[in-house]
């Protein structure tokens, strides 16, 4: 429930307060280096004390982190949303759900994936391939597919492709959004009907 204080301040529940900040620190991290982006300048974009920052996420690093995991995790809500079709719509979809995401937050997306920013620091490192290993098995769910090591290795290597993919798209220019939608749906089909069922 959200109320307007006397000072015209909305007061928030705390898990929408949370996700307020959080959608501020996303939309900072995207403009800015990750060393030009304070706690101070999150709390004054958000609206909130710094210390509020303190209180949801503990450090710059820990709100950074989160920021990573919201920007590269597909939520299980999203994919519960996609239409339940035969399996080359599944994957249509899913690779359409996947390109909406990466052009609506383009910035701060590829921020997000660069693992490079904090010098490979571990823990984004670490982020990054937990949020690929969910996003395989949560592939592989929608589709159909039982998750062996070796399919979801392939959806991970995919994965890799659609980074590759989304900045020959978004960054260079190379290709159209529907060239990468088609790159990516096919791909992404051989590998679950042909690829993984040979092996």
């Known amino acids: 429930m959200t109320t307007t204080t006397t000072s015209g301040r909305r007061r928030l529940e705390p898990d929408e307060r949370r996700r307020e900040i959080l959608g501020c620190a996303v939309r900072l991290f995207g403009e800015r280096a990750y060393a030009e982006v304070s706690t101070t300048d999150i709390a004054r974009e958000a ?67 660069n693992a490079e920013v904090l010098g490979r620091d571990p823990d984004v490192v670490r982020v990054l391939e937990e949020a690929d290993d969910r996003t395989a098995d949560q592939v592989l769910a929608l589709l159909g597919i039982e998750p062996t090591e070796d399919v979801r290795a392939m ?40 690829v993984a069922a040979a092996g």
């Not at 994965?159 to 060239?179: D, F, I, N, P, S």
């Open 155 to 194: 959806v991970r290597a995919h994965a890799g492709m659609a980074k590759v993919a989304a900045h020959e798209w978004l960054v260079r220019r190379a290709m159209t959004r529907e060239q990468a939608h088609a790159l990516l749906s096919r791909t992404l089909l051989t590998i679950v009907e042909d």
């Open 47 to 113: 609206g909130v004390a710094r210390g509020l920052i303190n209180h949801y996420f503990g450090t710059k690093k820990e709100l950074y982190l989160e920021v990573v995991r919201a920007l590269v995790t597909v939520p299980d809500v999203a994919l519960a949303q996609l239409p339940r079709g035969t399996r080359e719509e599944r994957v249509e979809a899913c690779v359409g759900w996947f390109l909406d995401v990466v052009q609506r937050h383009s910035s701060a997306w590829f921020a997000a994936v």
